[in-house]
């Protein structure tokens, strides 16, 4: 009889533990279909039209991402195994390995799988040239034979095949994400490219997901991290796998460029302060959205406005004189992004001059039949001034009848995370967009997901790997994975079986035994409808 294991978050009075038997489920979380559903259609972007043209397309798919993705990539012990694998005879052996992780992180209950597309772009390319070689042979001991590196020479991935779950799929622990099948000497050579290419990738997109999940489903999030990334790989990645952990556009243009992420972005607090006052503006024209008129002189267009809040006896308690510089900077920005005016409003002061500034400015706009696209908010108390931002906004829109001006968009940004967010939702806000950078795309919380690669079958024999930590135990044989869900269409639990064992039979009822270092503890049932095969579909 299977043992059956429950994810020990979801049901605390049922422990998690690591024998090896030939069956383990692990619960799954309502979230975890909603971060799957938006991750789908994000990652056919990224990843169908690369196994597309590996299918239909005579084999051939780009290279890597980053062209520092070779064979190379790799642990020096991954050599010197291949070369003893090699000096056995051995290297030919059918081998299996799963790649696979250990614990959710962030100390959460689910992880979104990423990195699939650059794995693929990988094993696809995978070919050692003569300058690598060389350098090989350089810091391999000398007593390594010739033959070797003639075999390295013709060393290629076409023998290896490679079974996946879907990116951008949710998954649990000790599931495979990966499974690699072809000769051992090759495919212990995959083994530290392919971690290194997943470990970030599902970390960062299981962050951004994380924080889709605390703003809502109705907030838009940006990804502003490039300045404070790891460096430029870690910049690109993390923009890629935030949008597909659920963030609706990026800053990073080169990102943009290569994966077709939406971008913004509009002005920093430099363009604001550059200003000195509104007679640096040389060419004051603004021809209407319609194309039909011309304003001639749109800055004073925007000073009618600032004197008609002062003359309003609902707003010029509000304010007294705004800052003319930073009226300058919003005006010149207008004039030269009319259809997407969006104003950082914080340099100087909020409410007594930023946001009456950009009210001035977005009117004027209005009255040329453009739309202001709203505000962003970079320090202070985000939450107060949000909603005395709103108040202005509707306020404006009573006293001038300028309908929709109160629900002009505000974006909010200043190193926020998932505890910022959640406080902010505690306290109240009008924030429509987030702007998240720092924590983000660092994982600051986290510094890696702790991706594994371990041996599990050769030669058609299980192996399995043994520690006095049972964590660290492996689970031997190739498995195979499903999803079953229940009557209402949630996902209930995931089942992991060996790759020989008939699959699950959909039953009324499921009994689950929970066992805690190999000794049976607690039993519970499920109401099972269906189920879905949701792993190790085969892509190479």
């Not at 107060?384 to 109160?406: H, I, N």
Request: net charge neutral.
């Amino acid at each position: 009889m299977p043992l059956f294991f429950l994810h020990p978050h979801v049901v605390p009075s049922l422990s998690l533990s690591l024998p090896p038997p030939s069956l383990y489920i692990y619960i799954s979380v309502c979230i975890a279909e909603y971060i799957s559903s938006r991750a789908e259609g994000k990652k056919e972007k990224m990843v169908e039209k690369v196994i597309a043209k590996w299918n239909c397309s005579g084999r051939v798919v780009e290279g890597p991402t980053n062209p520092m993705v070779t064979p190379l990539l790799t642990d020096l012990y991954q050599f010197t195994m291949a070369y003893a694998y090699w000096k056995a005879n051995k290297h030919q052996e059918r081998a299996v390995f799963d790649l696979y992780f250990r614990k959710n992180p962030f100390g959460g209950e689910y992880t979104v799988f990423a990195g699939l597309e650059e794995c693929i772009r990988l094993i696809a390319n995978f070919k050692f040239t003569e300058d690598e070689i060389s350098f090989i042979r350089e810091i391999l001991p000398g007593s390594c034979e010739d033959g070797f590196f003639d075999y390295l020479r013709g060393l290629d991935c076409s023998e290896v095949q490679v079974y996946a779950i879907a990116e951008g799929s949710v998954v649990f622990p000790k599931v495979p994400l990966l499974r690699i099948e072809g000769p051992i000497a090759v495919a212990q050579l995959l083994e530290t490219p392919l971690v290194n290419l997943v470990n970030f990738a599902s970390l960062v997109a299981t962050n951004a997901a994380r924080h889709r999940f605390v703003a809502g489903k109705s907030k838009q999030l940006l990804e502003f991290g490039l300045r404070r990334a790891q460096g430029p790989d870690g910049g690109i990645s993390a923009s890629k796998y935030c949008y597909l952990g659920g963030f609706d556009a990026t800053s990073n243009v080169a990102a943009g460029k290569l994966f077709g992420i939406p971008l913004r972005g509009t002005h920093s607090h430099a363009f604001v302060s550059s200003y000195m006052s509104p007679d640096e503006i040389i060419d004051k024209s603004l021809q209407s959205a319609d194309g039909s008129s011309s304003c001639e002189d749109f800055v004073s267009l925007v000073q009618t406005w600032i004197n008609k809040f002062q003359l309003s006896n609902s707003l010029r308690g509000i304010f007294g004189e705004t800052n003319q510089s930073e009226l300058a900077a919003f005006t010149s920005y207008a004039l030269a992004f009319p259809r997407s005016f969006l104003a950082l409003v914080d340099t100087y002061d909020v409410m007594r001059s930023g946001i009456p500034n950009f009210c001035a400015v977005a009117l004027a706009l209005n009255d040329l039949g453009y739309k202001a696209v709203g505000i962003r908010l970079d320090s202070g108390d985000l939450a107060y001034l949000s909603c005395e931002a709103r108040k202005f906004f509707s306020a404006v829109e009573k006293e001038f009848g300028v309908p929709g001006f109160g629900k002009t968009g505000i974006t909010a940004s200043n190193d926020l995370n998932e505890e910022t967010l959640d406080a902010l939702n505690k306290q109240g806000h009008e924030v429509d967009s987030y702007g998240i950078g720092t924590y983000l795309v660092t994982c600051y919380a986290q510094a890696a997901l702790g991706c594994v690669f371990k041996l599990v079958e050769i030669n058609n024999q299980p192996r399995i790997k043994l520690s006095e930590d049972v964590s660290k135990v492996s689970i031997p044989c190739k498995k195979r994975s499903y999803r079953l869900y229940g009557r209402e269409g949630y996902p209930l639990v995931d089942i992991m079986t060996g790759g020989n064992e008939p699959s699950p039979k959909v039953v009324h009822q499921l009994m689950i035994l929970s066992v805690k270092f190999f000794t049976c503890s607690n039993l519970c049932y499920l109401s099972m409808d269906f189920l879905v095969r949701c792993s190790m579909c085969s892509i190479l």
